[in-house]
């Protein structure tokens, strides 16, 4: 940053070595602890003003598209209608409940019910039962993966989840519990056992040893991403990306690029986050600059959409798409160019800190002067502390930064998510 840097504060090597230290306990318990995380009603988080909690009740489309539709909410015994566009979000995603996850090329996670029938592969084409979508028969162009054992580790299911969503080479790759990975052509898959065709002969794996399958990414095909389009959850899970979506009496049709058409009863649906629309998220803007004061050789990252240590963001128990992680002390700035009026986020401890760590958030504005105003301190925010909605205003601001700084114990376990951080013009 240039013109009155915005300080960021110093600590001792022997916090750092702290950190490392309790480190390897927090990580264990993470993934029961986000288990045993309260339910939360349905609540909507509009793209300026007070979050609220809300019933859906219909998607009126037209056949336009996520841009135009307009939702239909219960709110205090009363209806009220506005655009999709000017959520946030309704609700939150679901984690996916226990069994197969299948990903598909443009993102969507469908979870497989094998209660009924198990998941097989026939014809070029994946066919399995679902908990809230029936039956699928997708075709192998249109899958990325599929993950049959989740790591019990929170991050470390995050992590592999990235990496099945990554998927390079120019092969079907069967990756097993163990760790070892088989190269070839998947030519079988049923509840038994895999069947891979690799350097000419044929491989027969058990299929409870599998961990999970990515498919050649060579060979996938999907339509582009429509803009906007609409992320929508479920309740076991399964999230969609979906151009359209729209009621049909107690259904919902959901239009996505995978599979057409797909519908699913409206009492499923506990997420809807609108896309690339109305609202101006700071994770879909490259920074003007970044700086984080690193201890011994270590520093830390900032990420877009995850938390800095890459898992998907969450906090109070509660998935969020939208965000950015960072590391105590760090300072995110970005250049703004047109004007905007607030800066809203919810601002909180990741859950991966299991309760850990404390913070203190800033917001600094430079209204073209080079001079830097301090419009937002937050009290002391400390780890297990359910995420705090914040409201900055940003009348006059040609530039903003973002701070966060060490609270008590220097900066120990101080995983800080900006989440659902947006500019309101």
């Not at 927090?26 to 909690?53: D, K, M, N, Q, W």
């Not at 069967?174 to 895999?194: H, M």
């Not at 002969?201 to 599998?210: C, F, G, H, S």
């Not at 690193?294 to 969020?320: F, I």
């Amino acid at each position: 940053m240039t013109n009155h840097q915005i300080p960021i504060s110093n600590k001792t090597v022997a916090a750092r070595l702290l950190e490392i230290g309790i480190w390897s306990l927090v990580i264990g318990f993470c993934a029961s602890a986000l288990a045993a995380g309260p339910a939360h009603p349905p609540v909507v988080v509009p793209r300026e003003g007070a979050a609220y909690p809300a019933a859906l009740l219909r998607i009126d489309a037209d056949g336009k598209d996520a841009a135009d539709a307009q939702v239909m909410l219960g709110v205090d015994g009363k209806s009220r209608t506005l655009p999709l566009s000017s959520l946030v979000r309704f609700g939150a995603p679901a984690e996916p409940a226990a069994g197969p996850l299948m990903l598909t090329a443009d993102g969507s996670w469908i979870v497989v019910d094998t209660t009924l029938e198990p998941l097989v592969l026939r014809s070029e084409q994946i066919a399995c039962d679902t908990r809230h979508l029936g039956r699928l028969e997708l075709p192998l162009d249109k899958l990325r993966a599929i993950l049959f054992h989740r790591p019990a580790g929170t991050l470390d299911a995050d992590l592999l989840l990235q990496e099945l969503t990554r998927g390079e080479g120019h092969n079907d790759q069967v990756l097993l519990d163990n760790g070892d990975r088989v190269l070839g052509s998947l030519t079988a898959l049923n509840s038994d056992k895999l069947l891979l065709q690799s350097n000419g002969r044929p491989i027969e794996i058990d299929a409870r040893n599998v961990a999970a399958v990515i498919f050649n990414p060579t060979l996938l095909h999907t339509a582009a991403a429509t803009a906007p389009h609409l992320m929508v959850g479920l309740a076991d899970g399964t999230r969609l990306d979906c151009a359209q979506a729209a009621t049909d009496g107690t259904k919902l049709k959901l239009s996505t690029r995978f599979d057409g058409e797909l519908k699913t009863s409206l009492s499923n649906i506990v997420w809807l986050q609108p896309l690339g629309g109305g609202v101006q998220y700071l994770s879909d803007l490259e920074p003007a600059g970044y700086r984080q004061s690193p201890y011994l050789d270590l520093k830390w990252p900032y990420l877009r959409d995850r938390n800095v240590l890459g898992g998907q963001l969450r906090a109070g128990g509660q998935a969020y798409l939208k965000g950015l992680g960072v590391h105590s002390p760090a300072a995110l700035s970005y250049t703004l160019k047109k004007p905007y009026r607030t800066l809203a986020a919810d601002v909180a401890l990741d859950d991966l800190t299991a309760g850990q760590g404390s913070v203190v958030y800033r917001v600094y504005v430079d209204t073209g002067d080079g001079k830097w105003q301090k419009r937002f301190d937050s009290d002391i925010i400390r780890g297990g502390q359910p995420p705090r909605p914040i409201t900055v205003d940003l009348t006059g601001a040609k530039r903003i930064s973002l701070l966060v700084d060490y609270a008590d114990r220097g900066d120990v376990l101080d995983h800080a998510d900006w989440l659902d951080a947006r500019l309101v013009p």
